[in-house]
């Protein structure tokens, strides 16, 4: 499996609490893609992420930055969902 369903990447990583809530956040357009130096908002659930690609999310409490650096296979706890992404602390 080279790629996973943004929403399922989300959720495992856990940025977002549920699935359904990741899906909502993708649908309303809070989630953007940045692969080979496009960016693009994703507008399905659906949409693939894989290594290499960024998210920037617009979050309540801010944007956050993270870039995928592996698939999670389950929703495992903090420690583990932690290593799947690294985190910009200062979002462009």
């Not at 990583?13 to 080979?36: D, E, H, P, T």
């Amino acid at each position: 499996m080279t790629r996973q369903r943004a929403d399922v990447w989300l959720h495992r990583a856990r940025i977002f609490k549920s699935r359904a809530i990741a899906g909502s956040a993708i649908a309303v357009g809070a989630v953007r893609l940045q692969r080979a130096g496009a960016v693009k908002r994703l507008e399905k659930p659906a949409e693939l992420v894989g290594p290499g690609d960024a998210l920037l999310i617009a979050l309540p409490r801010g944007l956050r930055m993270i870039r995928v650096l592996a698939l999670g296979a389950r929703r495992g706890p903090p420690g583990e969902a932690r290593l799947l992404y690294e985190e910009d602390p200062e979002p462009t």
